[in-house]
């Protein structure tokens, strides 16, 4: 989100710290950067293929770790989607409309980051466990929830809750009414203001969104570990694999597994720096034609 | 004037209507559910669950290494926004765009990554060892894995208000002949400590609840470095629902107490920088 142009504050001397706080500050900073950051990332893959390139793709190709990289996949193919839809009609509600509670309502959206994941997956063995609300219901009719697919895909909708709503409102909020007013007042329908005003205008930071929630989404842990019942080649994630596989002792297949995690992490933060650039350039770009009309 | 602006845009019984029926059934709803389990304890069985030693224990280890992740991240974080925004220096934008690693990066695998970086014979661990420093295994090891996640709460609440920040309010300082020091400490710092408290403040909450980078490196001896989100786990697969529920509960509680004072927080620094949310 930064503009890293600086230039203003390297030019001015009165806004300048003497060379050796400056170089004393940019030791200690990157240091702090370069030992608690980076080396957990480099040592992932530095233990990932200790036991070399054989054992690395044996544990990735293994139907278990297999298993788990679907259902991971069938968990984001379905939460996003959905997160998707609520993050757009939430923003909508919020941005477009006044009315009373609204700043409640913003509140409420952000809850689930608030809430610990494992309290999040709690509450839905609490609704649909064996000993839950409707727990002797769905026993009746034979529905899994917990311990099964659906209460993977519901806690993961939890953690990943507010990623594109709360990307939005802001950005909607920053934008204001008075292209959608415009189009409205020409006779666009609702529906095309949407698609043909809105959307265009928000594409990055929905964008943006997205790729963040697909990154919680295939990492979470705490929240799909309590719903889960870790069985194995079935209601494993790929971070509940990695868990398994670490607590075998299995390292070298753990690292390994995980390495496909932090390749994801690495391929999000490149996307969304990505997007931020683009960001920037089109805002530089606009005050132009801004002019032209 | 809500009716008025109501009528510009359609739309606003679907999108409104359906916010509120997706939010109460994924979020609110299951959310109440540990109200009334809860209450189905009764008062007394309640605060006898949650007070219990080992409880008390987790409690006094997770808001104790939160609050130490948190202020060490608050001083760390600043400087980092800092030299951001501030300097030119190689590998800044990769520094820049890597700063929301712990975001992207699964808890499972920073967990496993300090474990194997500050064990006995990790690339860290075999230096600190015979210095008789143990951190995996350890609440040593809570801390770093805190220090870890919280990071870029700080750095990403500060740097937008450092890049705003009018250099003349500096210049005007040093005219008037104040040091470097002293228009740091009376100019800058008070434009940017609601910001700090604020990434503070949401660091603090996410160490508080965090489970999965924790559990690898804490060794998770009861009493020692247990931390409560643990404890509910435990509880669960002892089958402990009720219990598990309780100390949910209180986790909750103080969850939405966070959340209640970051928005604070929040409304303060914007007034202080006169940003708009």
Redesign the interface.
């Known amino acids: 989100m930064s503009s890293l142009s600086n230039s203003r504050f390297e030019r001015s001397s009165a806004a300048r710290e003497p060379r050796w706080v400056k170089w004393t500050l940019l030791t200690i900073s990157l240091a702090f950067f370069g030992f608690f950051l980076l080396l957990p990332l480099i040592s992932v893959f530095a233990e990932a293929f200790r036991k070399g390139w054989e054992t690395y793709w044996q544990a990735i190709v293994e139907p278990d770790a297999l298993a788990a990289i679907k259902l991971t996949l069938i968990a984001a193919a379905i939460s996003l989607p959905l997160n998707l839809v609520f993050g757009l009609a939430a923003s909508w509600a919020i941005t477009k409309f006044d009315f009373r509670g609204k700043h409640f309502l913003v509140s409420l959206i952000d809850l689930p980051f608030a809430v610990s994941p494992v309290v999040a997956g709690l509450i839905y063995v609490l609704v649909f466990g064996a000993q839950g609300w409707l727990g002797p219901w769905l026993d009746e009719h034979d529905i899994k929830i917990i311990f099964a697919i659906p209460g993977i895909v519901l806690a993961t909708i939890f953690v990943t809750f507010p990623f594109v709503a709360r990307e939005l409102i802001p950005l909607m909020e920053a934008q204001g009414r008075e292209e959608e007013e415009a189009a409205t007042v020409l006779g666009a329908s609702g529906w095309q203001t949407f698609f043909k005003v809105t959307l265009p205008n928000i594409k990055w930071g929905l964008l943006y969104g997205v790729i963040l929630c697909n990154a919680r989404a295939m990492g979470e842990f705490g929240a799909v570990s309590v719903v889960s019942g870790h069985i194995r080649g079935f209601t494993n994630t790929i971070p509940l694999h990695v868990e398994i596989l670490y607590n075998e002792y299995n390292f070298a297949a753990a690292f390994a597994v995980a390495s496909i995690l932090a390749l994801l992490a690495l391929l999000t933060l490149a996307v969304k720096t990505w997007i931020e650039w683009r960001q920037q350039a089109e805002t530089k770009a606009a005050p132009i034609i801004e002019k032209q009309k | 004037?809500?009716a008025a602006?109501?009528r510009?845009?359609?739309?606003?019984n679907?999108?409104?209507g359906?916010?509120?029926v997706?939010?109460s059934l994924?979020?609110?709803?299951?959310?109440a559910?540990?109200g009334f389990?809860a209450g189905t304890l009764g008062w007394e069985t309640f605060w006898e669950v949650v007070t219990t030693p080992q409880v008390m224990a987790s409690y006094r280890l997770t808001f104790g290494a939160s609050l130490l992740a948190g202020a060490i991240n608050a001083v760390?974080g600043l400087?980092?926004a800092?030299?951001?925004?501030?300097?030119?220096?190689f590998g800044?934008?990769f520094?820049?765009?890597?700063?929301?690693?712990?975001?992207?990066?699964?808890?499972?695998?920073?967990g496993?990554?300090?474990t194997?970086?500050y064990s006995q014979n990790?690339?860290?661990g075999q230096y600190l060892e015979p210095l008789g420093i143990k951190v995996a295994f350890t609440r040593l090891g809570i801390l770093?894995a805190l220090?870890?996640i919280g990071?870029p709460f700080v750095v990403?609440t500060v740097?937008?208000i450092l890049?705003d920040m009018e250099?003349e309010l500096?210049?005007a300082?040093?005219?008037l002949g104040a040091n470097?020091w002293q228009t740091f400490r009376y100019v800058v710092m008070p434009i940017l400590l609601p910001a700090v408290l604020t990434g503070f403040a949401l660091a603090f909450?996410r160490a508080?609840?965090?489970?999965?980078s924790v559990i690898?490196i804490a060794g998770n001896i009861p009493m020692v470095s247990e931390i409560t989100?643990?404890l509910?786990?435990t509880k669960?697969e002892q089958y402990d629902?009720a219990g598990?529920?309780a100390i949910?509960a209180v986790?909750?509680v103080i969850?939405?107490l966070?959340?209640l004072s970051i928005?604070g927080l929040q409304a303060w620094t914007a007034k202080r920088t006169g940003r708009?949310?």
């Open positions: 004037m809500s602006s109501r510009i845009f359609p739309g606003f679907l999108s409104v359906y916010t509120l997706y939010l994924i979020v609110l709803i299951p959310l559910a540990i389990k760390f400087m980092l800092w030299v951001l925004v501030r300097y030119n220096f800044k934008r520094i820049d765009a890597m700063v929301d690693l712990p975001f992207a990066l699964p808890t499972a695998v920073t496993i990554a300090l194997a970086l990790g690339w860290v770093v220090v870890f990071l990403r740097q937008p890049e250099i500096e210049e300082a040093a005219s470097r909450a508080v609840g965090e489970y999965g690898f989100p643990l509910i786990i669960l629902y598990a529920t949910a986790m909750l969850s939405l966070m959340l928005n708009g949310r």
